[in-house]
C-alpha cells in the first residue's frame, strides 16, 4: 500500500506541474489519525507558493483511483484557532479500493485510512500463517513492504517459539530456491575465561540473540558464532591468584611443594610441584559444583589483579611472575593448540620466560582444567537465556595472527617501528595501532586478523560479519577492518554493531574491583522478585495504561493457601519454571527496549516492572488471550489450531466442521458487514496487527529490537483496553467462569450478553490473531511466550 500510494501521489505531483519530487509516504504514530501520512504538500508549498493546506485540498480532489468509494473528509482550517481539526465532509470520489478515508490535518499532512474490510482480511493472514506471520513471504505483495531492502522468500513449516531454532533447520520464510537471501554471521556474546560472565554479557546475549532471530526471519541463513579470550594477562593473574592459594595451604600443613617438611622455603618462587599434575586445586574441586569453581576462579583473579599492581617490593616480585606465567600459558597454548590441529605460531614464548616458578607443563594442566570450568558456567548461561552456538572461536587458536602481521608488512600494508608491528592510520584519518609488540607477541590487533581468515573460510562465502561488541572496540574495529580490507578479507562485509554501557548507578562494572553485577545474579534477583509476587498475590501489577475489570489482575496471582496461579492447579516445579521464564522476559525486555547505542544506568527495581512496559507484561497479555480462547466453545477458532496448545480438545469431524465455519472474510459475506461497524479498539487492533511484518523487517534491516518493543507494547495496551471495555465471548463473567458451552444448534443469531454470535467470533478471530502476533514478536526478542500465568 506505502508504494502504491507513493506511485500516485508521484504521478499527481507531475500533474501539479513539478517534477523531481519523490513524496514521501509514512506510518501514522496516533492511530486516530488512520495508517499512512504524507507531508508532500508542505514539501510543495515554496515551489507552487502557496499554502500547504491548499495544496493537499487539490492532491485529496484529484485521489480518482479505483472503484470503491469514500469519504473524503477535508477541514476545514481557515477558520481553526486553536490547531484543532474541524472537519467537514467533502463529496464522495473515487479512490484506491481499499482505502477508506483520506483526511487533510494541519499544517498541511495528508493521511490516509485503510477500510475495516482490508484491515479485517488481515486477520485470516495471521491464523493462517501463524508463526511465519511476520516473516517475509511472497503471498504479502511488495507494495506492503517498507521502503527498505527486502527479500524474497517462502513460508514453511510451524517452529517452536520457546526454543531457538538449530543451524540447518528451516525458518518461517526462509528463501527457498532464489538465493536473494544472505549468509550473515553473527558473532556475540564474547566472555572471557576465567572472567565473570557479568550484566554487560547478559545485554551483549540478549542484543545478538534478537538480530540473530529478526535476521532469520528475513530469510537470512545466519551463523551463530562466539569469540571469547581465554589467553591474556587476566588468565595469568587468575593461575598466579590459584598458585599462591595453594602455597599457603601447602605451607600451613608446615610442608613443602614436595610434600617435605619445610627446607630453605622460599614464599614468592618455590620450585612449585603442583599434586596430582595440575595441581590440589583440581583434586580439591573435582566434586564441586560449577558454580563453586567459578567462584573460586573470581576471588583468584581479584587476588591476583590486587597482587599485579601491589607498588611494594614483594608486588614488583608478583608481577614479574604474572608475567612469566602469562608466556608460560602461550607456551602451553602452542601445545594445546598442536595436539588438535590448529596452526600454532612460529613463536617461542618460552624464550621470554625468566624465572621458573612453575613449569609449562604444570601451567598446561591447570590452564586446561579451570578453562572448562568457564566454559561449562558459560553454557549453562546460554542454556539458561536461550541461545547456542554453530561455532565457538578463542584467542588461543588465533595465535598465529603473528605470522598474518608479517606477510601484510610484506605488501606494505602494515610496518616495522621499533622492534614492532604497527598500522600507521594517519592516512586513513584512523589511529596508529600495535598489531605485534616490541617482543614479537601478537596483540588483539593481529589475533583479529587469523580470526576473520578463519570466519570468511569455515562456513562458505559469507556477505556479511556482524560484531555485537560494546563501544570501547570502536577504533579497534574501524583499524582491524581497513587493514583486512587491504587485505581483501571480503572488502566491507563486516559490521560493529555497537551496544552501549550497562552501568550501576556508581558507574561502570569492574570485575578485577570485586563489584561486577553478574549475569547469573540479575537472572536469580528477578526471579526472585516475581516469585514473591506470584505467592504474595496481592501485589499484582496493575498497569497503567489500561482500566482493569472488577476483580481481576493481570499479574502472576497465586490464591491465597491454595497452590493455584490463576485458577489452574499448579505444584512448585509449575511455579519455579514460570518464574524463571518470566524473569529472563524481564531482563531481555529491559535491554532490547531502549536503542541499541544508548547506555543503561542499571537498577533492580525498574528492571523488574511489572506495571506496564515490561518482558511478564507482554507475556501475561499473550496468556489473557490464550485463556479466553481456552474457555470459547464458539466455533471461530481455525482448524490449524492444535489440541496441543491447550485450546480446545475436538475431534477431526469438529474440526473440519469448523474450518467451514470459519472461512476468511469477504466483502461478499453477509458476517463481514458488520466491519462496518467497528470500535476504535478494534480497528486500533486491526491497524496494529496489519503492521507487524513491517515492523520486524524494519528492526532487522536496521538492528533495531527496540522498534519491536514499542510496537508489541502498543499492541499489547490495545488489547488490554479492548477486553477492558467489550465483551468477547458474550459473558459478563467469561474470564472468571469455566463454563462456557453454547449450544451450536442455536441460529447464528443467537444474542449472548448483547452481542450477536458473529461480533463474538469477530472478537474470538481478533483475540487469536492477537496472541499469534505477540508469540511471533516475542520469539523474535528471544523471550518465551506463557500459555498460562
Given amino acids: 500500500m506505502k508504494i502504491e500510494l507513493v506511485l500516485l501521489l508521484t504521478q499527481i505531483i507531475k500533474q501539479l506541474g513539478v517534477e523531481n519530487v519523490t513524496p514521501i509516504v509514512e506510518r501514522v504514530a496516533d492511530l486516530s489519525h488512520g495508517d499512512y501520512t504524507t507531508n508532500v504538500a508542505m514539501v510543495l508549498a515554496k515551489q507552487l507558493k502557496r499554502s500547504p493546506v491548499e495544496i493537499a485540498k487539490e492532491i485529496v480532489s484529484k485521489f480518482a483511483v479505483g472503484s470503491s468509494q469514500f469519504a473524503a473528509k477535508q477541514s476545514d482550517l481557515s477558520t481553526d484557532q486553536s490547531g484543532q481539526k474541524q472537519s467537514s465532509h467533502a463529496p464522495e470520489i473515487n479512490v484506491l479500493q481499499d482505502i477508506e478515508m483520506i483526511e487533510v490535518a494541519p499544517p498541511g499532512f495528508i493521511n490516509f485510512s485503510l477500510a475495516a474490510s482490508t484491515l479485517s482480511r488481515t486477520l485470516g493472514e ?8 511476520g516473516t517475509i513471504q511472497p503471498s504479502r505483495p511488495k507494495a506492503d513492504q517498507p521502503l527498505v531492502e527486502v527479500i524474497s522468500s517462502q513460508p514453511s513449516a510451524d517452529i517452536s517459539m520457546s526454543s531457538p531454532r538449530k543451524r540447518g533447520s528451516k525458518i518461517p520464510g526462509q528463501a527457498g530456491n532464489d538465493k536473494t537471501w544472505k549468509k550473515i554471521m553473527v558473532e556475540f556474546a564474547h566472555p572471557n575465561t576465567h572472567k565473570a560472565f557479568h550484566i554487560g554479557h547478559l545485554r551483549n546475549i540478549t542484543t545478538g540473540e534478537s538480530i540473530i532471530r529478526l535476521l532469520e526471519s528475513q530469510g537470512h541463513e545466519v551463523v551463530r558464532v562466539n569469540y571469547q579470550g581465554d589467553v591474556g594477562m587476566h588468565i595469568a593473574k587468575c593461575l598466579y591468584g590459584i598458585l599462591q592459594d595453594q602455597k599457603s595451604k601447602i605451607s600451613a600443613k608446615g610442608g613443602s611443594a614436595f610434600g617435605r617438611k619445610n627446607q630453605n622455603y622460599n614464599p614468592t618462587h618455590p620450585p612449585l610441584k603442583l599434586r596430582g599434575g595440575a595441581g590440589g586445586v583440581i583434586e580439591e574441586f573435582k566434586n564441586k559444583s560449577i558454580n563453586e569453581k567459578v567462584e573460586y576462579l573470581g576471588k583468584m583473579y581479584a587476588a591476583g589483579s590486587k597482587a599485579f599492581e601491589d607498588p611494594s617490593a614483594d608486588g614488583k616480585k608478583a608481577k614479574e611472575e604474572i608475567k612469566d606465567i602469562n608466556y608460560l600459558i602461550y607456551a602451553a597454548v602452542q601445545r594445546f593448540n598442536k595436539e588438535r590441529g590448529i596452526e600454532p605460531s612460529s613463536t617461542d614464548y618460552m624464550k621470554f620466560v625468566h624465572g621458573r616458578a612453575v613449569e609449562v607443563d604444570q601451567v598446561y594442566e591447570l590452564w586446561v582444567s579451570t578453562r572448562k570450568w568457564s566454559l561449562d558456567y558459560f553454557d549453562s548461561i546460554y542454556a539458561r537465556v536461550g541461545s547456542h552456538y554453530d561455532r565457538f572461536y578463542f584467542e588461543s587458536e588465533c595465535l598465529s595472527g603473528v605470522d598474518d602481521a608479517k606477510e601484510a608488512v610484506k605488501k606494505g600494508i602494515l610496518k616495522e617501528s621499533d622492534g614492532a608491528i604497527i598500522f600507521d592510520g594517519k592516512p586513513y584519518g584512523l589511529d596508529t595501532r600495535v598489531f605485534v609488540n616490541s617482543l614479537g607477541l601478537p596483540t588483539y590487533e593481529a589475533k583479529e586478523l587469523a580470526l576473520a581468515q578463519k570466519e570468511f573460510s569455515e562456513f562458505g562465502k559469507l556477505d556479511k560479519v556482524v560484531h555485537v561488541v560494546g563501544p570501547e572496540q570502536a577504533s579497534f574495529f574501524k583499524v582491524t577492518f581497513k587493514v583486512e580490507e587491504l587485505l581483501d578479507i571480503q572488502k566491507d562485509q563486516q ?70 496461579l490463576r485458577g489452574v492447579s499448579r505444584n512448585e516445579a509449575d511455579i519455579q519454571e514460570i518464574a524463571e521464564k518470566a524473569a529472563v522476559a524481564a531482563i531481555k525486555y529491559s535491554f532490547l527496549k531502549v536503542g541499541t547505542l544508548q547506555e543503561i544506568a542499571f537498577d533492580i527495581e525498574e528492571s523488574i516492572n511489572f506495571n506496564g512496559d515490561s518482558g511478564p507484561y507482554l507475556q501475561y497479555t499473550y496468556a489473557r488471550c490464550k485463556s479466553v480462547l481456552r474457555k ?108 462456557f458451552a453454547v449450544d451450536s444448534s442455536k441460529e447464528n443469531n443467537t444474542k449472548y450478553k448483547g452481542i450477536d454470535k458473529r ?13 499469534q502476533v505477540l508469540k511471533n514478536g516475542l520469539y523474535l526478542l528471544g523471550i518465551e511466550a506463557l500459555e498460562q500465568m
Wanted: glycine share 6%.
Fill in 126 to 133: 495471521v491464523l493462517e500463517a501463524k508463526e511465519a506471520y
Fill in 495 to 564: 559490521k560493529h554493531l555497537i551496544y552501549g554501557w550497562v552501568k550501576l548507578k556508581h558507574g561502570k562494572m569492574s570485575s578485577r574491583s570485586g563489584n561486577v553485577v553478574l549475569g547469573e545474579w540479575l537472572l536469580d534477583e528477578a526471579k526472585k522478585a516475581i516469585l514473591k509476587i506470584v505467592k504474595k498475590g496481592n501485589n499484582s501489577p496493575q498497569p497503567s495504561h489500561f482500566n482493569l475489570r472488577g476483580g481481576e489482575v493481570p499479574s502472576l496471582r497465586l490464591r491465597e493457601g491454595q497452590g493455584e
Fill in 632 to 739: 470459547a466453545t464458539l466455533s471461530v477458532i481455525p482448524a490449524a489450531e492444535s489440541d496441543k496448545d491447550g485450546v480446545i480438545a475436538r475431534s477431526e469431524a469438529t474440526k473440519q466442521s469448523q474450518a467451514q465455519e470459519t472461512r476468511l472474510p469477504h466483502q461478499s459475506d453477509d458476517w463481514f458487514a458488520m466491519t462496518n461497524k467497528l470500535n476504535i479498539e478494534e480497528k486500533n487492533i486491526l491497524r496494529l496487527v496489519e503492521r507487524f511484518p513491517e515492523v520486524v523487517t524494519i528492526a532487522a534491516t536496521t538492528y533495531a529490537p527496540s522498534a519491536l518493543c514499542k510496537y508489541l507494547y502498543d499492541l499489547a495496551g490495545a488489547y488490554n483496553t479492548f477486553y477492558n471495555k467489550h465483551t468477547i465471548l458474550g459473558f459478563a463473567e467469561e474470564v472468571r467462569s469455566s463454563q
Fill in 759 to 771: 461480533t463474538s467470533e469477530f472478537r474470538l478471530q481478533l483475540t487469536a490473531a492477537t496472541a
